[in-house]
């Protein structure tokens, strides 16, 4: 029997928001891509929540964007209501959030991926991957078709093994009913890579005309939209947006669920996967919260194509009949008609610690995963290391240096540390806390930060990075500048510091020194600033956060210096840890285990102490030798 | 290696002279702040290299002791960084104050094996030396571990643990907020932790005024000596002082019932306290005494239980014999240069511990006891005694650190920065507290917030 044969340079495993973005980073750096998908239909579905980016998560879109990834200019073409988070708190914790119609957002993903060049999509399910000598050489479907390829990129998602519940219900099948693919996972055993199995899961879509909104209180956009991307023209989002609605549970609610607490398969032991602390099913919390007596739903369209609405705060896997009853007791639900069932799903996914932070595998060169199959969650967080991925990929087969970002770089950067770092038991989420620079790490300089290495690598055009040297430059004048200004009392000053309640000047001062003062701020000081240039928008805003925070950004500088002397040394890959005397045995076993790059990385792996770092150091200043 | 470390590094003997040694690039900048030669002109950054100066240390204005000054400038030092040596002549607590001095002044408290793994990275040892060096460096460390918490008195541990919970909640309150502002409001927040960092900072300040006085610690086995009046405690105590063992210090606030002296016998460093002789009494002021006491076994490491061996066990020794039943005891059965009137045997019977004759009177038995002393606690871990020092001046240094740090949160309150600006230094402050307990931050975090607060989706 004769097989279909194909030869290109990358097959990516998968088009959900990792598969998409790993694609286009290959095809866009030239190399001929396969992306495979079960359904093209599904290509980057939101299979959950209806949005993209919130806390931490917004920082990842907008890091991604200044690399040249795809969700931030997918998102602002489709996006119904846009929001800032946190504006009232510093900076360094702004956080877009935009609702998305889904369906558009699926649909613009796939526009753009078909107009790319060197792109394939094939629709087909990838059972087995072919390995020789430690290298991957292609894979192979189920169609018993084998595409021999140079690098793959695993971005199956939610798929592997896939297996719905709510209640005693349960199907074999990923999310929304689609196939699983249920053959790659002993391809990958079979190849020494240890999987784990995790679950998270999804609340009840309702039907929108069924809801009575007059019980609930309604949510809306921010007035002026700011873009994810730092390519889209902020004009071209000022558009009518959709609200959403906010509503809460009582205690009937929590009655009801802990009268059918036995009928959970989380507490039966039916699901035997690890599910996410950080977003519990609703029997989860009241629970585990039973303190509370009313938790917050929010109700948000799954976009303009459906009256579907999704219900956030109620993901469940409780029965159907509990699920009917549990979410009628809700304000403005009383009549609400289920369109979906809420359910949880359990798959299989790796233990990314046999992952360089490349997003390669440490035992198999050229072989590259992304996204919930590392152990994440979330849209954005698959997204990001997709790009990563894709584009690490791309350096393997043209034989150039990979991109890592660091800790003290981006959100991007902690993210993937994390996850082949750390002993991850639950599906990972990003949060603002785990970033430990993150003033630094702030969403408003994401292209300053990251836009010359989207260049370097080839994702980001010249005339864009040029335009970020540009804004940097100004930056930095007008910074300059304004230290250097003094400035003393006169009319139109005092006027202005008595309106902000702001003491009077005494003597001179710096208009730094001004601008530092909590209740003022660079652009409230305009009138009594006449040297002031004219400058765009976002190049106040940095003069404005840089000056306003100097001392703390300063001081986390000074942590990210010492920071990087531990991440510059590195450690050989073929070190042998039990030449290393002394080390103690757990140590040993973790550093055996993890094989961390640097020594940054080693002291970060739990149960690995100051001590053992001192005398991994004192080993390879002699193993240098 | 940035840093300028300091520590002891003579072994805490009573013998008079000991070492304070300082390493990196800024100790001659360091020894300058500190040291006044007799003429006060002296600049002693600009002393020949490897010289010897006499002079004083000094804090501020106040006169710690009368010192020698070794200055060795990089290369051709043990650690191949600048480094200054001060010989300090007025016995352990100068030295400490020596130690506390300089490291006011910016050096940093040497981590346990630190000049000797400086010393290897800057090529000054061998390389063949590696496997010793990297022994060094663990066994200290694991000591340092062991002592650090050994050494910590229960109550301190207690307030510790407790200071770093409210903090923990406090940041993962703050970040869940932020993580969920849907969710989770920040509304009159900073006003109430304003409060919590105010009274943090005062269970801080008391704990730093513990430290300073040197109660925080447990320098040395708290060995207690208990007994009858006219039992012979204060023979024995005399004779455990006497000759070649010197009391190194007695401290303030002593009562009149209780004395509490150090003792040093072979590198041993034991904490004596004799209490008054315990008697049912109506007495008001003995009676207190006698609580005391009582108070002061319950907390001690060892006691000495000195038995009358010249009269049958009384009433005051059932007390007595009822207070010692979970501690580790020496029953010392004295005064055998008389008569006995209570068998020994019977007396190892009822008190069920080790019983050994002296005689405090013609220092027969002692060489025995302090060989029992050692063989109860120090198997192996002699020649580590100066690190009970070094812990000390890190735990101080730990507070002060996480002192610091909150006085910055207040700040940041005071000056209305937004709230995620306050999790910074209540951080700092948390890992800073960590390092007395000995525990890394790891996941405490997230962990704290996913079990506390409920978050949304």
New interface residues.
Partial sequence: MKNLTVTCDLVVVGAGHAGCEAALAGARLGLSTVMFTVSVESIALMPC?PNIGG??KGHLVRELDALGGEMGKNIDKTFLQSKM??R???P??HSLRAQADKQAYSNAMRKTLEETENLTIRQGEVTGLLVENGEIRGVKTHSGAVYYCRAVVLCTGTYLKARCIYGDVSTYTGPNGLQAANYLTDSLKELGIEMFRFKTGTPARIAGNTIDYTKMEEQFGDERVVPFSFSTDPESVQIPQKSCWLTYTNETTHDIIRKNLDRSPLFSGAIEGTGP????SIED?VV??AD?NR??V?IEPEGLYTNEMYV??M?SSLPEDVQEEMYHSVSGLENAKIVKNAYAIEYDCINARQLNPTLEFKKIKGLFSAGQFNGSSGYEEAAAQGLIAGINAAMRVKGRDMLVLDRSEAYIGVLIDDLVT?ENREPYRM????AEY??LLRQDNADLRLRKKGYEVGLVDEETYRKVLEKEALIQKEIRRVEHTNIGSSQVLDELLETYGSTPLKSGISLAELIRR??LSYEILEPADPGRPVLPWDVKEQVNINIK?DG?IRRQKKQVEQFRKLEARRIPENLDYEK?????IEARQKLELFRPVSIGQASRI?GV????I??L???L??YG? | MDSTIAAISTAMSPSGIGIVRMSGKDSMEVISRVYRSKGGKKDIRKAPDHTIHYGYIYDGGECIDEVLVMIMKSPKTYTGEDTVEIDCHGGVLAMKRVLETVLKNGAVVAEPGEFTKRAFLNGRLDLSQAEAVMDVIQSKNEFALKNSMNQLKGSVHRAIQDIRGEILYQIAYIESALDDPEHISLEGYPQELQKIVDNLLKKIQKLLETASDGKMIREGIRTVILGKPNAGKSSLLNVLLGENRAIVTDIAGTTRDILEEYIHFHGLTLQMIDTAGIRNTEDVVEKIGVGKARDIAKDADLILYVADSSSPLDENDEEIISMIRDKKTIVLYNKTDLAPCLDMEELKRVTEKPVLPISALEETGIDELEEMIRDMFFAGHISFNDEVYITSARHQEALSQAFESLKLVKRSIEDGMPEDFYSIDLMSAYESLGKILGEAVGEDLVNEIFSRFCMGK
Avoid at chain 1, 277 to 280: A, D, E, T
Avoid at chain 1, 431 to 434: G, N, V
Avoid at chain 1, 609 to 612: E, H, I, L, Q, Y
């Fill in positions: 929540n806390s931490s988070l946190n009232s708190k510093g360094a914790v602390r950080y977003c519990p919390k585990r919260f509370k938790h917050q929010f956030g705060g993901s750390k949060m603002t806390s785990r993150r003033l909590p209740e925070y703390y290393v005397g002394s080390l103690r739990s102490t100051p001590a053992d001192s005398v150091l004192v080993y200043e002699q030798k």
